[in-house]
């Protein structure tokens, strides 16, 4: 079956964002190949001038439109990645662009949209009604619409990515793509099968965004809901990506919430860089699926790192808690004077850092001579965390484990 682009095309694309865009380093990662039981190297795409590889594709893109398209102006729709290319690359070629945005984007992502010097419209809970937004000032005003991922030149953008990576590491065994409408799968896919037709391509979508999963099985999984990687939230593939990704793609994994957690803490703790959730989903599929990819030379891509640092400082502590390294425990007794200076003696003798205490003595749940005393305490990990419950438990205080864990 023919496909909406080929080999030359992504050739002639690459050669169009010479020196327009980043060559982003292609590194291997030790520490990530430890985690992973794989030997795992990853194309920073988070060092592109926007934060990610959307540059490639909206650049190729822009460069195609005729001068009296220029004139009009562009128009595109996008959670926030594609959103941030288009304005910073049609600022630097004096093209006006308004983008609409779904009203849940990161407010990160629309501010930085709004300084590269873009109109931004905040339209809709999704990227679906954000489209039907474009398309009516793409109607009104004339505008030229630049699609974030159903788009031949969009995709042969995006495909210089692969070039790049197997001219830096030929020996690969396969690739590990995040996916969510197609283009930055579609592009790879075409040049790294050109390059090396036996390279192993696989696609990772969000557990709740499993929209290619059901395109090509022909599945009815439900799709939608609150996501950490909603670079990757699309709910219709692209007509144009869809008969490549069906095949070329070995398979396609599905990787949920907490995967993607451990991802963007993974890439911030071993890696030691910034991943937002659609940029780490080729690691989190990784981390999930370790019988996949054992004992393989894998190339990772990490497409995007722009997250909010509340988010990710949130990701990291929910991270800890995971592996038992914070934990949070109640403890209701009797008040009396010390008390507090007690137990911090006991944990202190006990190595463990605290971070946090509050007293409760106004709960009715609480005797009118008690207190309820709650504890966030750092740990070195489970088998610590298990020591400093039995040292309380042994001194008479029977803590109760809260927080992430429980309701209450």
Same mark, same amino acid.
């Given at each position: 079956?023919?496909?909406?682009?080929g080999?030359?095309d992504?050739?002639?694309?690459?050669?169009?964002?010479?020196?327009?865009v980043?060559?982003t380093?292609?590194?291997?990662?030790?520490?990530?190949?430890?985690?992973?039981?794989?030997?795992?190297?990853?194309k920073y795409?988070?060092?592109?001038?926007?934060?990610?590889?959307?540059?490639?594709?909206?650049l190729v893109?822009?460069?195609?439109?005729?001068?009296?398209?220029r004139?009009?102006?562009?128009?595109?729709?996008?959670a926030?990645?594609h959103?941030?290319?288009?304005? &910073?690359?049609?600022?630097?070629?004096?093209i006006?662009?308004?983008i609409?945005?779904?009203?849940?984007?990161?407010?990160?992502?629309?501010e930085?949209?709004r300084?590269?010097?873009?109109?931004?419209?905040?339209?809709?809970?999704?990227l &679906?009604?954000?489209?039907?937004?474009?398309?009516?000032?793409?109607?009104?005003?004339g505008?030229?619409?630049?699609?974030?991922?159903?788009?031949?030149?969009?995709?042969?953008?995006?495909?210089?990515?692969?070039?790049?990576m197997?001219?830096?590491?030929?020996?690969?065994?396969?690739?590990?793509?995040?996916?969510?409408?197609?283009?930055?799968?579609?592009?790879?896919?075409?040049a790294?099968?050109?390059?090396?037709?036996?390279?192993?391509?696989?696609?990772?979508?969000?557990?709740?965004?499993?929209?290619?999963?059901n395109?090509?099985?022909?599945?009815?999984?439900?799709v939608?809901g609150?996501?950490?990687?909603e670079?990757?939230?699309?709910k219709?593939?692209?007509r144009?990506?869809?008969?490549?990704v069906?095949?070329?793609?070995?398979?396609?994994?599905?990787?949920?919430?907490?995967?993607i957690e451990?991802?963007?803490?993974? &890439?911030?703790?071993?890696? !030691?860089?910034?991943?937002e959730?659609?940029?780490?989903?080729?690691?989190?599929?990784?981390l999930?699926?370790p019988d996949?990819?054992?004992?393989?030379?894998?190339?990772l891509v990490?497409?995007?790192?722009?997250?909010?640092?509340?988010?990710?400082?949130?990701?990291?502590?929910?991270s800890?808690?995971?592996?038992?390294?914070i934990?949070?425990?109640?403890?209701?007794?009797?008040?009396?004077p010390?008390?507090?200076?007690?137990?911090?003696?006991l944990l202190?003798?006990?190595?463990?850092?605290?971070?946090?205490?509050?007293?409760?003595?106004?709960?009715l749940?609480?005797?009118?001579?008690?207190?309820?005393?709650?504890?966030?305490?750092?740990?070195?990990?489970?088998?610590?965390?298990a020591?400093?419950?039995?040292?309380?438990?042994?001194?008479?205080y029977?803590? !109760?484990?809260?927080?992430?864990r429980?309701?209450t």
């Amino acid at each position: 079956m023919s496909h909406a682009i080929g080999i030359d095309d992504v050739v002639a694309a690459r050669a169009i964002i010479a020196d327009q865009v980043q060559r982003t380093p292609m590194l291997p990662s030790p520490r990530l190949s430890a985690a992973t039981g794989a030997e795992v190297f990853v194309k920073y795409e988070n060092m592109q001038t926007t934060g990610s590889f959307k540059e490639r594709g909206a650049l190729v893109r822009l460069s195609k439109l005729r001068e009296d398209e220029r004139r009009r102006g562009v128009v595109t729709m996008s959670a926030g990645n594609h959103a941030q290319a288009v304005a &910073y690359h049609a600022a630097r070629l004096g093209i006006d662009a308004t983008i609409v945005m779904p009203e849940t984007t990161p407010l990160v992502k629309v501010e930085n949209t709004r300084g590269f010097g873009a109109t931004v419209v905040l339209h809709g809970a999704t990227l &679906y009604e954000s489209a039907e937004r474009a398309a009516e000032l793409v109607a009104a005003e004339g505008r030229t619409l630049v699609h974030p991922y159903d788009d031949a030149h969009v995709m042969a953008g995006q495909g210089s990515v692969a070039l790049e990576m197997l001219e830096e590491t030929p020996d690969l065994d396969c690739l590990v793509i995040p996916i969510g409408g197609g283009g930055l799968f579609a592009g790879m896919a075409v040049a790294a099968k050109a390059v090396r037709p036996d390279i192993a391509l696989y696609g990772v979508e969000a557990a709740l965004y499993p929209s290619f999963v059901n395109a090509i099985d022909g599945g009815d999984r439900p799709v939608g809901g609150p996501t950490l990687a909603e670079g990757i939230a699309v709910k219709t593939v692209g007509r144009l990506t869809l008969p490549i990704v069906r095949d070329h793609a070995r398979e396609i994994l599905l990787v949920d919430e907490t995967a993607i957690e451990d991802g963007v803490n993974a &890439y911030a703790t071993l890696a !030691r860089t910034m991943a937002e959730g659609a940029g780490a989903a080729g690691l989190a599929a990784m981390l999930a699926y370790p019988d996949r990819f054992a004992g393989r030379r894998v190339g990772l891509v990490l497409c995007g790192g722009n997250i909010d640092a509340r988010l990710l400082a949130s990701i990291m502590i929910r991270s800890l808690e995971r592996q038992d390294r914070i934990a949070h425990l109640r403890i209701t007794t009797a008040d009396r004077p010390g008390l507090l200076g007690v137990i911090a003696s006991l944990l202190g003798s006990l190595g463990a850092n605290i971070l946090e205490v509050s007293h409760g003595r106004l709960f009715l749940d609480v005797p009118a001579k008690g207190v309820s005393l709650d504890v966030t305490v750092e740990t070195r990990g489970a088998d610590h965390t298990a020591e400093v419950f039995a040292a309380l438990e042994a001194g008479g205080y029977a803590p !109760r484990r809260i927080g992430w864990r429980s309701a209450t």
